[in-house]
């Protein structure tokens, strides 16, 4: 591998994924060894402890991790999405004799990884795309937690991998020959334009009592088995953590290796720069990530006087508009592009030129029926650097990707769910389609942004914060039907997450919605006036982001002395922390035509304006504290 352990952010480096994540402290290990500033041997000894840099499976925390793993099949997923952005990077800046970018993707996988589901969509896709820098090992060892294998996992993986489109290679005796290892991975090179698995045959808990069972996977040595293994590798029993001289010099020198390989690429890239300045520049913005000075400009606004979209739409609108002020931006749907509007119009498919469908400059990934893949390539595309990735699906079809989205959050990955049909809106598809609890389990995940947008406005807030917030993935939740614009939203509003857009004079009731329920609670305001009640009404596209705002502001928008209602065709969890009372859908939906649909749950002016009016008689003669203010 090519890395620099002094530099490891160098961008040409070589990049390693660990897929089976509990052998992580063979990454730590290494990456000791080779002299990365972290992990220190006080934190090789910390392996597993509270606050420590060597948790018990690689996050990327640290230096030389490229992406957080553990639940199995991500890795190998994420490895796919770190090939693609190396090849397409590779196509766009790539000149004569100038490979600025050229660099290979190591991972390891294991038995666990290829009995989940989300691995196969990955490498299935991998496949197809002729991801030639792609080198996974897969570690043979026929022993998961529950034992040998033989009890649940009897396939031939090779063939499967075949069948995708993979080149295979095998290795039958990984515990000793690691000559055959060297001269697989240099036939794995010669391949250009196939993935490559190699089959590694080993003994998991090699030299030790316990190899070759399962339990050696996860607990550590007895003592005088530890004692005995060093016995037989040569080492000292006596000595713990204790690394000869001799060791530390011998990795030094591949170490010394990668410094050179970098001052090398360095020259390479000046050199580039003067013959190309235009694309060295760019190259330079993306591999430092800064955005384009005054992308935001292309952000498309909107008044009460224009018709209504639907947010989906908006959002197609939105991607038109920029996607030639981002360059960085690229992304697709799963097998949903018509449903989900994630292509802009002359958009060129990421595809292996030979297929005719597109090429390897091409910024649309077809990802196919593979929701739960495409999350964890997603991860893998913004773990490489250089890009902004989005993947579209239906909103409810986000549970599929559940784990990744997960990983996103947790690993502050940088990637945005276009999220479409968002709701009952979608009518006919039934229950099965129609999102209920979607929303809650999402907006509950720390670190995630979640967007149900009410109008255009709103809609180009939820793409600004997403696109401007590096470290923080988000979630678009979009509509299929039409979303009026409405009087007093606009773009720097919706961008603190929650904001009035009807004010009322000592109110008798807030009302707080989202996405095509602030167009109903809107109306209800106006039946509401009929009756003799004053209501305000706050649009609050995003949770997360209203909680960054500060006390006084969010106490601006829901204060104190007034009862709180909120609406949102959604199950009602969460919304206790904004409102007094909720008016949502703790129920599967229905199928028929949208609008029935909604007036069989009663979210109709009338409907949220009835809630409203009991809400006012229930608080009546009450002390009423903002859900904001609480003690801690």
């Known amino acids: 591998m090519n890395f620099n352990p002094k530099n490891p952010a160098w961008f040409n480096r070589d990049r390693f994924i660990l897929s089976n994540g509990h052998g992580c402290m063979l990454q730590y290990a290494l990456l000791h060894l080779f002299g990365y500033e972290e992990p220190s041997m006080d934190d090789l000894k910390q392996f597993r402890q509270l606050h420590s840099k060597t948790p018990g499976h690689p996050e990327n925390i640290m230096p030389g991790i490229e992406t957080t793993t553990g639940p199995l099949g991500q890795g190998i997923s994420n490895a796919v999405g770190l090939a693609i952005a190396e090849q397409q990077l590779a196509a766009t800046f790539n000149k004569p004799n100038y490979n600025v970018v050229d660099n290979y993707i190591y991972t390891i996988f294991g038995d666990g990884c290829m009995m989940e589901g989300v691995a196969s969509e990955a490498c299935s896709l991998a496949g197809h795309l002729q991801l030639g820098k792609l080198i996974a090992f897969y570690d043979d060892n026929h022993i998961s937690i529950d034992g040998n294998i033989d009890c649940a996992f009897t396939e031939d993986v090779m063939k499967r991998l075949e069948a995708y489109g993979w080149h295979v290679l095998t290795v039958s005796d990984g515990d000793n020959d690691l000559d055959s290892i060297s001269k697989a991975i240099e036939e794995a090179k010669k391949v250009t334009d196939k993935p490559t698995c190699i089959k590694v045959t080993t003994t998991i808990g090699y030299g030790s009592k316990l190899a070759g069972t399962h339990t050696v996977h996860g607990a550590p040595l007895k003592p005088d088995d530890i004692e005995s293994v060093k016995k037989a590798f040569g080492f000292d029993p006596s000595k713990t953590f204790d690394v000869p001289q001799e060791v530390y010099d011998f990795y030094a020198e591949k170490a010394k290796e990668g410094e050179q390989k970098e001052a ?168 099965t389609h129609q999102p209920i609890e979607t929303l809650a389990h999402l907006r509950a995940i720390p670190n995630l942004q979640v967007w149900r947008p009410a109008d255009g406005n709103e809609a180009s807030a939820a793409y600004y914060q997403a696109i401007t917030s590096r470290h923080t993935p988000s979630v678009l939740a979009l509509s299929r039907q039409g979303l009026p614009q409405l009087e007093g939203s606009s773009i720097e509003k919706a961008r603190k997450g929650a904001y009035t857009l009807i004010a009322a004079d000592k109110p008798d009731v807030i009302i707080v919605s989202t996405g095509s329920e602030v167009g109903i609670s809107r109306d209800a305001v106006k039946v509401l006036a009929d009756k003799g009640i004053k209501a305000g009404l706050v649009s609050m596209p995003d949770w997360f982001t209203f909680n960054q705002q500060s006390q006084e502001y969010k106490l601006s928008v829901l204060p104190d002395n007034v009862p709180i209602l909120s609406v949102e065709v959604m199950a009602t969890s969460g919304w206790s922390a904004y409102s007094h009372e909720q008016f949502g859908i703790n129920q599967f939906g229905a199928s028929g035509p949208y609008k029935q649909v909604y007036e069989n749950f009663e979210f109709t002016p009338e409907g949220v304006a009835k809630r409203a009016a009991a809400t006012v008689e229930f608080y009546k003669g009450r002390v009423v504290r903002s859900p904001i203010n609480k003690a801690f």
């Open 264 to 431: 090398e690429w360095n020259q390479l890239l000046q050199n580039y720069t003067k013959e190309y300045p235009d694309l060295g520049g760019e190259l330079a913005r993306r591999i430092k990530g800064d955005l384009p000075a005054g992308w935001e400009k292309a952000l498309p606004t909107y008044s009460p006087s224009d018709d209504a979209v639907a947010s989906r739409k908006l959002s197609e609108i939105v991607l038109t508009k920029i996607h030639d002020a981002l360059p960085e931006l690229i992304g697709g749907s799963a097998d949903l592009t018509g449903s989900n509007l994630t292509r802009w119009k002359d958009a060129v498919d990421f595809q292996p030129p030979n297929t005719g469908l597109g090429d390897y400059t091409g910024r649309y990934i077809r990802f196919g029926v593979r929701e739960h893949g495409m999350g964890a390539i997603l991860n893998g595309i913004a773990a490489y650097g250089g890009f902004i990735p989005y993947g579209g699906t239906f909103l409810n079809f986000v549970s599929y990707a559940a784990g990744a989205v997960r990983l996103a959050a947790l690993s502050h990955h940088q990637v945005i769910w276009v999220a479409t049909h968002d709701s009952i809106g979608l009518g006919e598809d039934g229950p």
